[in-house]
DNA sequence: ATAGAATGTGACCCAATGGTCATGTGACCG
DNA sequence: CGGTCACATGACCATTGGGTCACATTCTAT
């Protein structure tokens, strides 16, 4: 985490470090990104980073906090009260969320997406051990409730399905942004049914000769 | 693509380049890997490896193609007469033809998954974007046929679902290996089953009260 | 005004990398 | 045997990067 030194800098100045830092690692992986760059773009001297940051890594972390915190006040209102959906209206809402928030925040979004990608790199071993299991509990849970509500077929595989259900998060955010829009706006809503219509009804045709659901 | 003097060479240190190479790419990430180190290993001057390769690219692209034609090799005969299965069938048999291939070419199958994960990155825009539009024909053109012989709702987004359908060939691989197991057993076609009945289903619990399928 | 603390500076350090190039070596041929 | 060609060699080059450090400047308190 930063030095003393950086939160005693103007806030402007503060703020401006971050920019630039948020622009490196959104258009490089970790390894490409480079503190030169980023001083040079900031206006402070390479020494002066030093004095705020311990180091790359230290910042990195840093601004992944701040995308963690941010992304919170996306997440949170749809958990306050999760039970007052049922559990695919939650997810639906969950997938909403998601979306609004990596588009509303659209370098947030690509840094989080360079870091899942980076599995099997040093960075990832070193910086990412701790948030997943948490977001796996999460939909554990929620799954797990539903099962027993009986809103979802108790004759699944519940690891194999937390599993889905989480990286289809990140699936859908990739489809919607890269084959649809980066706009939230109707076709958002569209896409989160679509996909939400298949986790419920899968693909097989309806045996009886009618649409499926 | 590798110069002729690669050719030249005796069987067994062409072997041998290509065995520390692989290593090299499956441990680390492009950026990362390291001619330096790869040359140590296959005990060859640097100077040499110049006569060889044209560069870091060239080896890597010829290595891409050595992966890309084993995997052929899994692939191809599930892929013989499609007409023969009905498309769940058929998408069970590429998604076990998939597994295998990669339980028995662990290393190819690290370089390909880095490979897709390095999306953002120079490597990717040079490398990766012809492979791509041939899967996803093939799935598409799959998927079409299916919805027309009443196998795939008619209802349903293709874009999308053959979308989710490449990806979950990716997603599966993962869970497998890393959840699972690496061996190629029993437990791969439990897997492999509960991922094509979730892609048939869907979670919801059906409502007549009975177990879905 | 002055001293000390806090902060700013950028040349430098060291390591590592991909790639080059002048030279060396060995096989082959006439 | 000498010349030529194909290949091998590894020191070198230029660049880049993360990080350091001796010095400079600014701010604050007395």
């Known amino acids: 985490m930063p030095k003393e030194t950086f939160f005693h800098l103007p806030e402007d100045k503060r703020n401006l470090i971050c ?3 948020l622009d490196e690692f959104a258009t490089h992986s970790f390894d490409r990104a480079s503190i030169n760059r980023i001083v040079a773009r900031a206006g402070i001297a390479k ?7 311990e180091n790359k890594q230290d910042l990195f972390r840093y601004l992944l906090q701040l995308i963690a915190e941010e992304k919170r006040n996306y997440l949170a209102p749809v958990l306050h009260n999760p039970e007052r959906h049922d559990f695919f209206t939650l997810l639906r809402e969950l997938y909403r969320a998601g979306i609004q928030f990596a ?3 659209r370098k947030y979004a690509e840094i989080g997406r360079r870091l899942l990608a980076s599995k099997g790199t040093p960075i990832y071993a070193q910086v990412v051990d701790e948030g997943m299991p948490q977001a796996y509990d999460l939909f554990k849970g929620l799954l797990e409730k539903a099962i027993a509500r009986g809103e979802v077929r108790a004759d699944i595989d519940v690891e194999m399905v937390v599993y889905l259900i989480a990286a289809l998060n990140t699936l859908l955010l990739e489809y919607y942004t890269e084959h649809v829009t980066w706009d939230y706006d109707e ?7 679509r996909f939400i219509d298949f986790l419920k009804h899968g693909l097989k045709a ?3 000769g009618g649409v499926s659901p």
Do not use: K, L
Request: aromatic content about 22%.
């Open 47 to 53: 020494g002066s980073f030093y004095q705020y940051f």
């Open 206 to 208: 309806n045996e009886s």
């Open 19 to 21: 920019q630039v830092a």
């Open 187 to 193: 076709r958002m809503f569209d896409t989160v049914d």
């Open 103 to 105: 588009v509303e925040h």
